[in-house]
């Protein structure tokens, strides 16, 4: 029953660390499109599945580093690795535990001088967050210390875990911006959207290429130049190109009796 609790905490944990960091990354990308997550209506599913955008290797190499680390003096033995490193390896870990104070207060110190180290500033947060798990570990506490409090204990796992999400906050929110940037930069190759309309459309500046097709058609104005950046509930937000965030608008078309949208290729990389 203590291992399937275990499971099932660290399980609820995690789901909930996902969520929060699929809209904190998806809240961080479409805000920089002007436009706010809840009124595009994403679904919990939706914004778990984006939260797997910060999952790229370098993250993932350090997660199962730091699951290994308090495995690796058994790993080694295994390996036969000559026994005086496996001793010199517990001593460094041992040393590194029990200096979790100066992490602490090295992280203290970052979040003191916040406004200067951006974009790094999760560094701030994650060596707190170390720091506090570190003293909760068993190198941390010589021998013949006896153990603090549970109630310590308990203060210490939650501030750690309040610190780690912060830092997954401040992760997110940064990738987000920085995916946002880098697809808005290359938006000649997102798929292009032609808009087929009955009436003449209301575009703000700078507005697509507009094209009158005649008295006797059906949908008269074509508006080319605009690039898809989400669809959703017949809706479809779109971007023109040279789209710049300080100054351009995104659109928000409907699609209804009067409209037709079609979807085309975007521009293509050349392949050389």
Do not use: C
């Not at 992280?107 to 974009?119: D, E, F, T």
Request: aromatic share 10%.
């Amino acid at each position: 029953m203590e291992l399937i609790n275990s499971v099932v905490g660290a399980a609820s944990f995690v789901s909930a660390l996902m969520l929060y960091a699929g809209y904190i990354y998806t809240n961080a990308y479409y805000g920089y499109f002007h436009l706010d997550s809840f009124a595009v209506g994403f679904d919990t599913f939706e914004l778990v599945i984006r939260s797997l955008n910060l999952a790229a290797l370098p993250a993932l190499e350090v997660l199962i580093l730091a699951l290994l680390v308090p495995y690796l003096p058994r790993l080694l033995t295994a390996l036969r690795v000559p026994p005086r490193h496996v001793v010199r390896l517990r001593r460094a870990g041992r040393a590194v535990a029990r200096a979790h104070v100066g992490f602490v207060a090295a992280g203290a110190v970052l979040l003191l001088v916040w406004r200067w180290i951006q974009p790094f500033a999760w560094a701030a947060p994650l060596l707190v967050a170390a720091g506090l798990l570190l003293g909760r570990t068993r190198a941390a506490t010589p021998a013949g210390t006896p153990p603090p409090p549970a109630w310590r204990r308990a203060a210490s796992l939650l501030a750690a875990g309040l610190f780690l999400i912060w830092v997954v906050a401040l992760v997110s929110g940064d990738r987000g911006r920085h995916d946002a940037h880098h697809d808005a930069g290359q938006l000649v190759r997102r798929v292009a959207v032609v808009v087929l309309s009955t009436d003449r459309l209301s575009f703000a500046p700078p507005g697509p290429a507009v094209e009158d097709l005649g008295r006797g058609t059906h949908y008269r104005y074509r508006y080319s130049g605009l690039r898809l950046l989400l669809e959703r509930d017949q809706r479809y937000y779109v971007l023109p190109l040279g789209w710049h965030k300080d100054t351009d608008p995104t659109y928000v078309i409907k699609d209804d009796d009067g409209i037709r949208i079609e979807l085309r290729p975007g521009t293509q990389p050349r392949r050389g």
